[in-house]
């Protein structure tokens, strides 16, 4: 193979690829035996590289949006071969901090191909994204808000806009003038939302408000001050299912992770030797992060 000059952005791109714990990347170089020589495509200082590391250095690259030749995939897999030997020769798998993401980065490859066969035979029947609607949906009986605010950096400036209202100035007019806040832009509009959406104290204020009506006193959160105008109330909108079934199933697969996820630590000899690491839980549930982590691409 012709000698080629390895730029900073080839390195740092094909690093990224061998880094990311979500990509298809195979390491095991320590897992057993060498293979078979008919699947042996090439050797990097006597160390062979299968076909089955090209296919995943090739799926890896393709997986990140690249049209990628095999040709070219096995050139960066030559070049990361020859990085990481060179690593290895250096010690840097013995320092504690490269030693630590190599060993999480194993278990994260492991992890996701451990719930991928776990998920292969997992079905989500439309009888279980009815239940799993109804239950989402039993609870929204409640209102739901339209407001705009104006937001001050002081108490004072609020209080000056205020006085601009009640002089019958335009609230989306003083909000592009005045207001700090993202949505100036657009007249202070915040569109619908729900109490539990907003800040206590905001949440309070639009809920004493009638439809037209703003705060006659700024109302102090941790992001400013601000002056509210309620526009309008409704019962709070359920979604349809159809909009929102994408979403169920989503759950539902997640929920599964946590359960098997959690049925293995309940199994599991866990003992965390760091006094001021323990939980306030007993440890046998599982996260909706490790879930996601779990079940990355």
């Given at each position: 193979m012709?000698?080629?000059?390895?730029?900073?952005?080839?390195?740092?791109?094909?690093?990224l690829l061998?880094?990311?714990?979500?990509?298809?990347?195979?390491?095991?170089?320590?897992?057993?035996?060498?293979?078979?020589?008919?699947n042996?495509?090439?050797?990097?200082?006597?160390?062979?590289?299968?076909?089955?590391e090209?296919?995943?250095?090739?799926?890896?690259?393709?997986?990140?949006?690249?049209?990628?030749?095999?040709?070219?995939?096995?050139?960066?897999?030559?070049?990361?071969?020859?990085?990481?030997?060179?690593?290895?020769?250096?010690?840097?798998?013995?320092?504690?901090?490269?030693?630590?993401?190599?060993?999480?980065?194993?278990?994260?490859?492991?992890?996701?191909?451990?719930?991928?066969?776990?998920l292969?035979?997992?079905?989500?029947?439309?009888?279980?994204?009815r239940?799993?609607?109804?239950?989402h949906?039993?609870?929204?009986?409640?209102?739901?808000?339209?407001?705009?605010?104006?937001?001050?950096?002081d108490e004072?400036?609020?209080?000056?806009?205020?006085?601009?209202?009640?002089?019958?100035?335009?609230?989306?007019?003083?909000?592009?003038?005045?207001?700090?806040?993202?949505?100036?832009?657009?007249?202070?509009?915040?569109?619908?939302?729900?109490?539990?959406?907003?800040?206590?104290?905001?949440?309070?204020?639009?809920?004493?408000?009638?439809?037209?009506?703003y705060?006659?006193?700024p109302?102090?959160?941790?992001?400013g001050?601000?002056?509210?105008?309620?526009?309008?109330?409704?019962?709070m909108?359920?979604?349809?299912?159809e909009?929102?079934?994408?979403?169920?199933?989503n759950?539902?697969?997640?929920?599964?992770?946590?359960?098997?996820?959690a049925?293995?630590?309940?199994?599991?000899?866990v003992?965390?030797?760091?006094?001021?690491?323990?939980?306030?839980?007993?440890?046998?549930?599982?996260?909706?992060?490790?879930?996601?982590?779990?079940t990355?691409?």
């Amino acid at each position: 193979m012709n000698h080629r000059f390895l730029s900073a952005t080839l390195v740092a791109s094909m690093l990224l690829l061998s880094a990311c714990g979500g990509q298809e990347q195979s390491e095991a170089k320590d897992a057993g035996a060498a293979p078979e020589p008919d699947n042996v495509v090439a050797r990097v200082n006597g160390q062979p590289i299968s076909a089955v590391e090209l296919d995943a250095q090739v799926q890896a690259q393709s997986s990140r949006g690249q049209r990628v030749e095999r040709s070219s995939a096995l050139d960066q897999l030559i070049d990361l071969k020859v990085l990481a030997t060179a690593a290895e020769d250096q010690g840097l798998p013995e320092q504690p901090e490269i030693a630590a993401q190599i060993e999480r980065q194993r278990a994260a490859l492991l992890a996701q191909h451990l719930v991928r066969a776990q998920l292969a035979d997992f079905q989500v029947s439309e009888d279980d994204l009815r239940q799993a609607y109804e239950e989402h949906v039993s609870g929204m009986d409640g209102k739901e808000y339209k407001a705009s605010h104006i937001l001050l950096d002081d108490e004072d400036k609020a209080k000056e806009v205020i006085s601009k209202l009640d002089d019958g100035g335009d609230f989306a007019a003083l909000a592009k003038e005045y207001s700090t806040g993202p949505t100036s832009s657009r007249g202070g509009d915040l569109g619908w939302f729900q109490p539990d959406q907003m800040v206590e104290a905001f949440a309070d204020a639009a809920r004493k408000l009638e439809p037209g009506e703003y705060t006659e006193k700024p109302v102090k959160t941790r992001f400013g001050w601000h002056v509210v105008k309620l526009e309008d109330v409704r019962d709070m909108q359920k979604p349809k299912f159809e909009d929102i079934k994408s979403k169920l199933r989503n759950q539902l697969v997640s929920q599964h992770v946590q359960d098997y996820i959690a049925s293995l630590r309940d199994k599991a000899d866990v003992a965390i030797t760091d006094d001021s690491l323990e939980t306030s839980g007993d440890g046998s549930e599982a996260t909706p992060e490790a879930a996601e982590q779990a079940t990355e691409d």
